[in-house]
């Protein structure tokens, strides 16, 4: 998580609030996996491990609910409303914090979701631009590892796993699949879940 210059409302003085962002890009990473970068004015401070709750409907001052009309007794009922026919996102879903970056615009938050729902289709779909209610941040950070203690990063990804966790200084176990980054090499090596604890090279050196 880089900070640098922040010229808008200063974040760090905010609290836990419901903040309007504003979609920068919506990333389709794969086939059911987008990253959505949302920009508010300000956001408080956040740590890594926390999370948000993204209203996964349109909440924008020009939403009009479609809930009420007209009956005429003895009549069937003809609703039409968007809220009636199709099903929304009632509930605010839950995403982690993926990236967070204080510009001189604003603070861009980095959400990484996957399709399995109706919340996060209607995040699939959204549009640089349009406006979307975040409430946050919640929950627990990581905890960084003490001064006696290791953190190991365990994954299947080169690329991703075993490459980001390096950047930051933390060793990296990777579990032998097809290779995905050329250049990259794990600090340790293995096939089953089983073994890794039991890797001489994970055993502490008194
Ligand atoms: C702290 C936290 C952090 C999270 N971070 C992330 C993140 O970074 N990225 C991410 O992708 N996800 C994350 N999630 C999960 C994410 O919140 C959910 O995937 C999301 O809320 C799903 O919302 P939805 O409206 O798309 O799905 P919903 O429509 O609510 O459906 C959820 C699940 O229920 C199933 N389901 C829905 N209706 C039915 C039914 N009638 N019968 C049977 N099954 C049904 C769906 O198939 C789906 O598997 C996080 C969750 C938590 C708790």
Known sequence: MASSLVTGPDSSALKRDQFASTVVENVNLCREHYRLVLRCEAFPATRPGQFVQVACRDTG????????????????LAPAGAELMQPLAFLRRPFSLAGRRDTANGVELDLIQRIVGVGTDWMSRLKPGDIVDVLGPLGNAFRLPGENEEALMVGNSLAEDVAGAQAVGIRAAWRRSAPDAEGVTADVTFDELSELLALPELQRTP
């Open 61 to 76: 001052e020009n939403y009009n609910p479609e809930s009420e009309f007209e009956w005429d007794e003895g009549q069937p």
